[in-house]
């Protein structure tokens, strides 16, 4: 959990588009992390068990109010938010590259990385706007993170806002962002056992997606013994196998979205 994993405060948010490549925007970042974090504090014993859980769960329930607020905002504008989230490497802006060349739905992005604009730039490229939170140490998005990067997106009414979060599969599942959905992706290379290695984020899903399933013929990958992982954790979670790399899957991937507006 996030009073014990080393994540901290300052975020960087910056507005990437293809005419004027990068325009950075400090955001400065407060979110008291440093103190509601639990890092640097000198009073007490750091990791005494009572004073963690305390933490956490003042850290989470700041969260959760922001990200209440956010939803507003959202379900005001008509604005259908996803939460996309997954290991590193999965194939979270793989995906999103292609679904921004593709989907006929008018789509923006946020995309979460420690560092680097890398991922902002390909979904520039891909023609969606996008906005690119750097977390510095931290290792998940929060709602407050987004609040400043929707404000910056100005989503319009009837559209859908990805937002890529940090590749983490602990802590982002504990971070209501204000989504209205939830999507775990879950790549053929990384081994079947990640459901139950780790539940909490499987648990959340509204829908799974098993990545890079071009790939199935090389790798050492049990897709029944995975799904009834996932089945086991989220009874109600939808699950599609997609490749985009070939494409095989993404109509499916692109209903399911569809669906989610309706
Ligand atoms: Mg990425």
């Known amino acids: 959990m996030c009073a ?4 901290s405060g300052a975020a960087r948010l910056r507005l990437v588009t293809p005419h004027d490549g990068q325009h950075e925007h400090d955001a400065q970042h407060e979110h008291d992390a440093q103190h509601e974090h639990g890092h640097g504090h000198t009073h007490g014993p750091e990791h005494e068990h009572g004073r963690t859980v305390v933490l956490q769960q003042k850290v989470l329930a700041k969260n959760d109010k922001l990200a209440a607020l956010n939803r507003s905002w959202l379900a005001e504008r008509g604005v259908l938010a996803v939460n996309l989230m997954s290991s590193p490497g999965a194939g979270k802006t793989t995906l999103l590259e292609r679904t921004a060349r593709e989907l006929d739905l008018d789509l923006c992005v946020i995309e979460g990385d420690q560092e680097t604009a890398l991922d902002a730039s390909r979904i520039s490229r891909a023609g969606r706007k ?37 590749g983490n599969l602990v802590c982002p599942a504990l971070f209501d962002l204000g989504e209205a959905a939830r999507v775990v992706l879950a790549s ?43 089945k086991q954790l989220s009874p ?18 692109y209903t399911w979205l569809g669906g989610q507006i309706a």
Not at 140 to 161: C, I, K, N
């Open 4 to 7: 014990t994993c080393g994540c």
């Open 130 to 166: 996008v906005v690119q939170i750097n977390t510095g140490a931290g290792c998940h998005l929060d709602a407050s993170m987004v609040a400043d990067a929707l404000e910056q997106l100005d989503p319009q009414a009837g559209s859908v806002v990805v937002i890529e979060n940090v």
């Open 188 to 230: 053929v290379t990384e081994g079947a056992d990640k459901p139950v290695k780790y539940p909490h984020m499987f648990r959340g899903a509204d829908l799974v997606l098993v990545t890079k399933t071009d790939l199935l013929p090389y790798v050492d990958f049990d897709v029944a013994r995975h799904a009834a992982d996932v």
């Open 236 to 253: 109600d979670a939808r699950m599609i196998q997609v490749s985009a790399t070939t494409g095989a899957g993404m109509p499916d991937w």
